[in-house]
């Protein structure tokens, strides 16, 4: 019988193929589970992947002889955390195949938030996710305008024009937030919720 110091060499000699073939497998898994839930950007699905250490058996003591043999073969098939190759060599493959999308990402999104958001704060919610320029410009394009969407919320936050100055910031601050174009709000504001040919004339990009 192999002595323990030469037992110990074998299986961590082995133990580095099976180790790294575990962290392929259980990435790809970790990312499809990802993926079924919702669609994610490139950037923002690398750094769900790269956040944490994959998961990892539990050590067992080396204490007593006869516990040599599991402790060594436990230690040796922890799993790595991914390096940024791995997932990317990952990311690579599942855009390949469909699966990962930043266009089809950016429209998922863009269409969830418009009713509620302007512009500028959907441009900067898609750029923190690693969308290009190009794309979300595009897909805030296929929205409904910024006027009658912040018309729309409007009506269904207040339905009432301000009664003083007080309430006028109020509704102000309120569209502000949510990243509407201050003269849109005006518009809005100004006219009551009114939808006619003057407010339809004033959109912004």
């Not at 690579?92 to 704060?121: F, Q």
């Not at 897909?139 to 007080?166: H, T, Y």
């Not at 990243?179 to 040919?197: C, L």
Request: net charge positive; with cysteine.
């Amino acid at each position: 019988m192999p002595s323990p110091h030469l037992l110990a060499t074998t299986l961590k000699s082995s133990g580095a193929r099976e180790r790294l073939a575990a962290t392929a497998d259980d990435l790809r898994a970790r990312a499809l589970r990802l993926l079924a839930r919702r669609e994610y950007s490139r950037q923002e699905l690398a750094g769900k992947l790269m956040s944490k250490p994959m998961p990892r058996p539990a050590r067992r003591s080396a204490r007593g002889n006869a516990d040599d043999f599991a402790y060594f073969a436990v230690e040796v098939a922890e799993v790595v955390p991914p390096t940024e190759a791995e997932v990317n060599a990952l990311l690579n493959d599942l855009e390949k195949r469909k699966m990962l999308s930043d266009d089809r990402y950016a429209e998922m999104r863009t269409r969830l938030r418009a009713p509620r958001y302007g512009n500028s704060r959907l441009q900067q919610e898609l750029a923190q996710k690693g969308i290009d320029r190009d794309t979300i410009a595009a897909v805030i394009a296929e929205q409904p305008d910024e006027l009658s969407r912040c018309r729309d919320l409007w009506l269904k936050k207040f339905g009432q024009p301000p009664s003083d100055m007080n309430e006028r910031m109020k509704q102000t601050r309120h569209l502000a937030s949510r990243g509407f174009n201050m003269r849109v709000i005006q518009q809005v504001i100004r006219s009551g919720g009114a939808a006619n040919e003057d407010d339809l004339s004033e959109t912004t990009t």
